[in-house]
């Protein structure tokens, strides 16, 4: 079985295990956040989200890190079905936008 290596303490292990799964998944997101800067808020324009096929517009986040900037948006799912809510703090939502 093929091995799988963390983003930052290079540790190997197999994603099947729960606990090296989830040490995976905290460096992989530690590894792209951290440090990055927001530069740029606002929400998907609708023909953005006809283009992935969904039918609503989620916020988006223009991050940079380094030399890079990439675009950061929730999603329903991770196969990407449709469009998510962001929530921060105790009782804040970023809620998803549909245009008629």
Known sequence: MSKTITAITNTKGDLSDDKFCRRYWDEKGTDVL??????????????????????????????KKGNEAFWMFPSQDDEGNNAGALF????????????R
């Open 88 to 99: 921060y703090g105790k009782d804040g939502v970023m809620p998803t936008l549909r245009e």
């Open 34 to 63: 951290l440090g990055a800067k927001i530069v740029k808020v606002e929400y998907m324009s609708k023909k953005e989200s006809d283009k992935l096929g969904w039918y609503e517009q989620p916020i988006c986040l223009l991050l």
